[in-house]
């Protein structure tokens, strides 16, 4: 059995009378590239809500490197080590391309005011260390010339790099994307692909939550597939291709659309 | 090569931009005082406006929470100096005292103001501060009379309307700032400095100190975590800034400088009612904030300027005898005529400027 990072056993959440999770549960190998997929309003954007604390589950737990994963708050989970990505790009537009991977080591940092105000030694030395692993960072997604610029004038391509690179900023044990690749020519996802590939090497485990099929089953070792708040499938990327379970809930309905306006 | 030659020019000609500045600045109210005292008033309370102006700041243009009440958190500093420096309570505390105990109850006010209205963002933050800024003020409109349940006899607190007289001034080293200094010892005849000429060199030196805070704040770990909640509050709470805690920061820091401009303003003013603190002053620093360029310091200090100076610059040029002189009769009120070409030149700066005077460089 290989490390496992990330374990949710059966994790149920209810909406009223609707269950937007029903008794899921997944492992997550360390440093590997793990992919959540399933049609739309499977789950996945609730089961990822619950894992970053937005929601609390009604049943089930989750375990994050060998403890319970216990969030009351959003703010909590990237002191844990889990950083995420957000499906409609959320930079912190006004601010420099630098300063949005600045802000990424809050969390691993903790100058006040005090420090601030009156330029401790302490707080200083944090200032240049964070400045410096923010220029790391930006050099590692091939962001460094815009550094100076406000983030909102970055290409599309490269705000989702940046995303990227402040959610590393955060030093995570797992980083979660949630649909990087949505509105990406085939050239930016190429590169958001050796992107993931990289970051998995160098020992950060990523889940990715993600419709582009070609860049789950190219990129991902494991795949879990919910469909209706249940998982229907988990295995490797050919496993899952051959499943009929998935074909059923992709293709199937597909079919059956393209039928119906024909 | 020549690039090099250029780039040292350029920082020549910035450093001499930087020395003519500061000179001006220096005998700026020596110059103003050749055109009477009152303008040396004005300029103190330019001052003022730009401590005032640089608190909002951190708190609107920085942290990105609207704050319509800010006016009370200069009360709290100005009835703080007023009660325990006058004749009111026959108390009088100097000034080292007086100045950080009226910031921290401003600071402690902020966060007063900042716990119930956390979840609140916008349009409902705006409301909830506003009123905020009017509770304020009518507990000092209404704290002559404060009855207590268990005994028929009422306590005058703030003097109500009223208002206090009889203020103390600043008192630095034994010299009363009101006082003024008298050189013509120095065998510089005729050579007085004023009291607001002294009060002038003692704001400047509390404006600079919270520019240099407000600064050193917002280039700071804490100030990128306040832009940060002003960009995107939730992907700010997903990078682990725990966004409860810093807005708290923000508007005990902003209430601070707040605090700190009231208790100046009481101590050189002799008198404070509750009439200088309505709603009307603080979408007046909020108007300068704004009009400057929000969350760049450079330009919320000119919107300050212009902002506290143009009314009374528009006060001279709006007078009677000039519309005597251009139409032969008297078409407008002066007043009048005041707010209207105040009111129009905001106007035309939001409409050709939207981002402010002076917004911050695209570039860094």
Redesign the interface.
Same mark, same amino acid.
């Given at each position: 059995m290989a490390d496992m990072l990330f374990t949710a056993e059966g994790v149920t959440k209810r909406f009223g009378g609707v269950t937007a999770l029903d008794n899921v549960s997944m492992q997550i190998p360390r440093g590997s590239i793990f992919g959540l997929i399933g049609p739309n309003g499977a789950g996945k954007t609730t089961f990822f809500n619950t894992l *970053?604390g937005l929601y609390q589950v009604d049943e089930g737990k989750f375990l994050f490197d060998g403890k319970p994963l216990n969030v009351k708050?959003?703010?909590?989970? /990237?002191?844990v080590g889990i950083?995420?990505t957000?499906q409609n790009i959320?930079?912190?537009?006004?601010?420099?391309v630098l300063?949005n991977v600045?802000?990424?080591?809050?969390?691993r *940092?903790k100058?006040? /005011?005090f420090? /601030?105000?009156f330029?401790t030694p302490s707080?200083r030395r944090?200032?240049a260390e964070?400045e410096q692993r923010a220029h790391e960072l930006l050099a590692y997604i091939d962001l460094s010339k815009r550094a100076?610029?406000?983030s909102r *004038?970055l290409a599309y391509g490269e705000q989702r790099r940046l995303e990227i690179a402040?959610a590393l900023a *955060?030093d995570p044990k797992m980083v979660a994307l949630d649909e990087p690749a949505a509105g990406m020519n085939a050239t930016e996802t190429v590169t958001l692909r050796t992107l993931i590939e990289r970051i998995a090497n160098d020992g950060t485990t990523v889940m990715l939550i993600e419709h582009d099929m070609r860049l789950v089953m190219n990129v991902c070792q494991h795949i879990v597939v919910l469909d209706y708040g249940k998982k229907i499938a988990d295995g490797t990327p050919s496993q899952i291709q051959k499943d009929p379970a998935v074909i059923k809930a992709y293709l199937g309905g597909a079919h059956a659309e393209v039928g119906a306006k024909a | 090569m020549a690039k090099l030659m250029q780039l040292k020019q350029d920082k020549r000609t910035q450093m001499v931009w930087f020395v003519a500045l500061g000179v001006l600045i220096l005998i700026l109210p020596f110059l103003a005082g050749m055109l009477g005292q009152a303008w040396v008033r004005i300029l103190n309370v330019t001052l003022l406006y730009v401590m005032l102006a640089l608190g909002l700041n951190v708190v609107v243009g920085v942290a990105g929470l609207l704050d319509l009440g800010y006016v009370a958190f200069y009360a709290v500093g100005a009835y703080t100096w007023s009660l325990l420096a006058s004749a009111h309570f026959n108390l009088h505390y100097p000034f080292w005292v007086l100045l950080p105990l009226g910031a921290c109850l401003a600071a402690l006010a902020g966060l007063m103001l900042g716990a119930p209205v956390l979840k609140l963002r916008g349009d409902y933050l705006a409301i909830v501060t506003l009123g905020f800024g009017e509770i304020v003020r009518i507990l000092m409109n209404n704290f002559d009379k404060v009855g207590l349940p268990w005994s028929d006899e009422t306590y005058n607190i703030t003097n109500g309307p009223r208002g206090i007289t009889g203020i103390d001034g600043l008192n630095l080293f034994g010299l009363d700032l009101r006082k003024g200094l008298d050189v013509s010892g120095f065998n510089v005849s005729g050579f007085n400095v004023s009291g607001l000429q002294l009060y002038y060199f003692v704001f400047l030196a509390f404006a600079i100190l919270s520019v240099i805070g407000v600064y050193r704040l917002q280039h700071s770990r804490l100030g990128r975590a306040w832009q940060a909640l002003r960009e995107d509050e939730i992907a700010a709470k997903a990078m682990g800034i725990n966004t409860r805690n810093i807005k708290l920061a923000a508007f005990g820091f902003g209430a601070l400088t707040g605090g700190l401009a009231g208790g100046l303003f009481a101590s050189m003013q002799g008198f404070v009612s509750p009439e200088s603190f309505g709603l009307l002053e603080s979408i007046m620093i909020l108007a300068m904030v704004v009009l400057g360029g929000m969350g760049h310091i450079p330009g919320v200090i000119l919107g300050a300027v212009l902002l506290s100076a143009m009314p009374e610059v528009i006060r001279y040029a709006a007078d009677e005898n000039v519309q005597q002189k251009i139409f032969g009769v008297v078409l407008i009120a002066p007043e009048v005529l005041r707010n209207l070409i105040f009111s129009l030149a905001l106007i035309l700066i939001m409409l050709f400027k939207p981002q402010g005077l002076w917004p911050s460089p695209e570039k860094k």
């Open positions: *970053t708050a959003p703010h909590e989970v /990237a002191q950083a995420r957000f959320r930079l912190f537009g006004e601010m420099t300063e600045m802000v990424g080591r809050h969390v *940092t100058a006040g /005011a420090g /601030a105000i330029r707080a944090e200032e964070i100076g610029d406000k *004038t402040r *955060t | -």
